[in-house]
């Protein structure tokens, strides 16, 4: 299967200095796997494949580590993730309907990143703001007491900015 190539080279340069600093640690491939999240923006089959070969790591572990652990992502992020809660209080307050207004603005299914790169959308568990349910994140701002109507406008907002 093809592995599409969408790391740059200075990023894998930037990458074979942290290999060469972990490489021979015990324990180093996780320091490895955050650091090439960090400079790649995910952990993708092309950065698995490389690992592998700089680290003589099989490929099978490093997609294990990858899958494993919640802080990596498979695909690059977008400029903006959009991350809203479906906790039961902003379930049981209509988030479900906010969702899917938001794959409707976005024209992507949750758990994706638009084709310009500009939002990944995510689901998430209570984010800790139940009294204003429904709630989601945008990057590292809150919207809350949300309804399917207000979503356009705050979608907008953000692809002004970029
Ligand atoms: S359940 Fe959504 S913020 Fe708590």
Same mark, same amino acid.
């Given at each position: 299967?093809? /592995?599409?190539?969408?790391?740059?080279?200075?990023?894998?340069?930037?990458?074979?200095?942290?290999?060469?600093?972990?490489?021979?640690?015990?324990?180093?491939?996780?320091? /490895? *796997?955050?650091?090439?999240?960090?400079?790649?923006?995910?952990?993708?089959?092309?950065?698995?494949?490389?690992?592998?070969?700089?680290?003589?790591?099989?490929?099978?572990?490093?997609?294990?580590?990858?899958?494993?652990?919640?802080?990596?992502?498979?695909?690059?992020?977008?400029?903006?993730? /959009?991350?809203?809660?479906?906790?039961?209080?902003?379930?049981?307050?209509?988030?479900?309907?906010?969702?899917?207004?938001?794959?409707?603005?976005?024209?992507?299914?949750?758990?994706?990143?638009?084709?310009?790169?500009?939002?990944?959308?995510?689901?998430?568990?209570?984010?800790?703001?139940?009294?204003?349910?429904?709630?989601? *994140? /945008?990057?590292?701002?809150?919207?809350?007491?949300?309804?399917?109507?207000?979503?356009?406008?705050?979608?907008?907002?953000?692809?002004?900015?970029?």
């Amino acid at each position: 299967m093809a /592995i599409a190539n969408s790391i740059r080279k200075e990023q894998f340069d930037r990458l074979d200095g942290v290999i060469a600093e972990w490489k021979d640690v015990p324990g180093g491939l996780l320091p /490895i *796997m955050q650091h090439a999240q960090e400079i790649c923006g995910c952990v993708n089959e092309q950065v698995q494949h490389y690992v592998s070969e700089k680290t003589g790591t099989p490929v099978s572990v490093i997609y294990g580590v990858a899958t494993f652990y919640s802080q990596f992502t498979l695909q690059p992020r977008g400029k903006h993730t /959009i991350g809203l809660c479906l906790g039961t209080a902003c379930y049981v307050r209509g988030s479900q309907l906010v969702l899917e207004e938001l794959e409707k603005q976005l024209g992507i299914a949750v758990g994706t990143t638009t084709p310009d790169g500009l939002f990944t959308l995510e689901a998430t568990r209570c984010i800790g703001c139940c009294g204003l349910a429904p709630a989601m *994140m /945008i990057n590292e701002e809150v919207y809350g007491r949300l309804t399917p109507e207000q979503i356009p406008a705050i979608v907008e907002k953000y692809r002004k900015i970029g």
